[in-house]
């Protein structure tokens, strides 16, 4: 049954079945594309943990990653140790191949939303999912992995989003991302309404966006890669304390300014498939936008992330950022 879920919910057939027994434990399916697995005995790590995929449409890998997670369940290799919430976050999109439908679902986060449409319908869904979990399972500590892929190449290609919130980061996440080959973390310098800043934010929750390679169809994802990730999330699902690696093998960055699409006339000064973490030195002139005039690097280098010249207007985009020392 855990194996055909990912499959019938972007069928949009809601199974008759919608609790029963997996290896370790029982699952409940709440909404289309929300599953609960709920532990008979915790892990001696256990954390209560939220993993969720296809927030956009069109990054199939971490689907793919959560499926094959899924199944070894079935084939009984995996035992249930915690508490895990799987998400598939936007359905209709993830049918469709595309980012999104309407609106980017992954901005859309905040409890004060008040705007109309399928993505905020369903990221008032996920938020009251999200809360839901999180308080049955109180005594846990809390985990929010919201794994994407990225649009372009990357010098890193596998790296992290640190949501900005008060919560700090412990440090043992470093080294299980370390350890799960994740080779770059992006800290973010404020709030940003994504659903792993969602997770912080409110619940404290360790959280962050995971970037796993580009955005590929389905059947294109090399896996391969992302053995060490499909390692810790297992870890993560059987309750076991992760495999760990010093942090100081990743690269540590720190967002310094946020290029926004202030208008039609905005652009981007440099090619479009300019990788990720592409470094700029002074005096580049990066974007020009005739309401706010140009951006030029002034005396540090900025490295370009998510560079995207097509968002909505009012939308972020490019991320610029600093290198920074790892966190102690
Ligand atoms: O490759 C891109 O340009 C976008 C990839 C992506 O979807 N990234 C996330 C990052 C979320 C964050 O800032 O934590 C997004 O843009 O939603
Ligand atoms: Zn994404």
Same mark, same amino acid.
Request: hydrophobic letters at 40%; proline letters at 6%.
């Given at each position: 049954?855990?194996?055909?879920?990912?499959?019938?919910?972007?069928?949009?057939?809601?199974?008759?079945?919608?609790?029963?027994?997996?290896?370790?434990?029982?699952?409940?399916?709440? +909404?289309?594309?929300?599953?609960?697995?709920?532990?008979?005995?915790?892990?001696?790590?256990?954390?209560?943990?939220?993993?969720? +995929?296809?927030?956009?449409?069109?990054?199939?890998?971490?689907?793919?990653?959560? &499926?094959?997670?899924?199944?070894?369940? *079935?084939?009984?290799?995996?035992?249930?140790?915690?508490?895990?919430?799987?998400? $598939?976050?936007?359905?209709?999109?993830?049918?469709?191949?595309?980012?999104?439908?309407?609106?980017? $679902?992954?901005?859309?986060?905040?409890?004060?939303?008040?705007?109309?449409?399928? *993505?905020?319908?369903?990221?008032?869904?996920?938020?009251?999912? !999200?809360?839901? %979990? %999180?308080?049955?399972? =109180?005594? $846990?500590?809390?985990? #929010?992995?919201?794994?994407?892929?990225?649009?372009?190449?990357?010098?890193?290609?596998?790296?992290?989003?640190? /949501?900005?919130? *008060?919560?700090?980061?412990? /440090?043992?996440?470093?080294?299980?991302?370390?350890?799960?080959?994740?080779?770059?973390? $992006?800290?973010?310098?404020? #709030?940003?309404?994504?659903?792993?800043?969602?997770?912080?934010?409110? #619940? #404290?929750?360790?959280?962050?966006?995971?970037?796993?390679?580009?955005?590929?169809? %389905?059947?294109?994802?090399?896996?391969?890669?992302?053995?060490?990730?499909?390692?810790?999330?297992?870890?993560?699902?059987? &309750?076991?304390?992760?495999?760990?690696?010093?942090?100081?093998?990743?690269?540590?960055?720190?967002?310094?300014?946020?290029?926004?699409?202030?208008?039609?006339?905005?652009?981007?000064?440099?090619?479009?498939?300019? /990788?990720?973490?592409?470094? %700029?030195?002074?005096?580049?002139?990066?974007? *020009?936008?005739?309401?706010?005039?140009?951006?030029?690097?002034?005396?540090? =280098?900025?490295? !370009? !992330?998510?560079?995207?010249?097509?968002?909505?207007? &009012?939308?972020?985009? =490019?991320?610029?950022?600093?290198?920074?020392? /790892?966190?102690?």
């Amino acid at each position: 049954m855990l194996a055909e879920w990912i499959e019938l919910s972007l069928e949009g057939t809601v199974p008759t079945k919608r609790t029963g027994c997996v290896a370790g434990g029982r699952f409940l399916i709440h +909404a289309p594309g929300i599953l609960e697995l709920v532990p008979d005995t915790l892990g001696s790590d256990a954390h209560a943990c939220v993993l969720s +995929a296809g927030i956009h449409g069109n990054e199939t890998a971490p689907i793919e990653l959560l &499926g094959s997670c899924l199944a070894r369940f *079935e084939a009984r290799l995996l035992t249930l140790g915690a508490p895990v919430l799987v998400i $598939l976050g936007n359905l209709e999109s993830i049918r469709r191949g595309e980012r999104y439908v309407e609106t980017n $679902l992954n901005r859309l986060f905040r409890r004060e939303l008040d705007e109309e449409g399928m *993505e905020p319908e369903r990221a008032r869904e996920l938020m009251s999912a !999200v809360d839901g %979990f %999180f308080a049955r399972h =109180a005594q $846990l500590p809390r985990l #929010h992995y919201d794994l994407h892929t990225a649009i372009r190449d990357s010098r890193y290609p596998r790296f992290v989003v640190e /949501p900005y919130a *008060e919560t700090t980061t412990r /440090p043992e996440q470093w080294t299980w991302l370390a350890a799960a080959n994740i080779q770059a973390v $992006l800290h973010q310098h404020r #709030h940003s309404w994504t659903f792993s800043h969602y997770s912080k934010h409110y #619940h #404290h929750a360790q959280a962050f966006t995971l970037e796993l390679g580009r955005a590929l169809p %389905f059947g294109h994802n090399d896996l391969a890669a992302l053995a060490p990730m499909g390692r810790l999330l297992e870890d993560l699902i059987a &309750g076991r304390k992760p495999a760990r690696a010093p942090a100081t093998q990743m690269a540590f960055f720190r967002v310094a300014h946020e290029l926004m699409r202030e208008s039609e006339s905005f652009r981007l000064c440099f090619a479009d498939d300019t /990788p990720n973490f592409t470094e %700029f030195p002074p005096g580049t002139r990066l974007a *020009e936008d005739d309401k706010v005039g140009p951006f030029i690097v002034d005396e540090n =280098a900025l490295s !370009v !992330v998510f560079p995207n010249a097509h968002v909505e207007l &009012g939308a972020r985009a =490019a991320l610029l950022a600093t290198r920074v020392e /790892p966190p102690n």
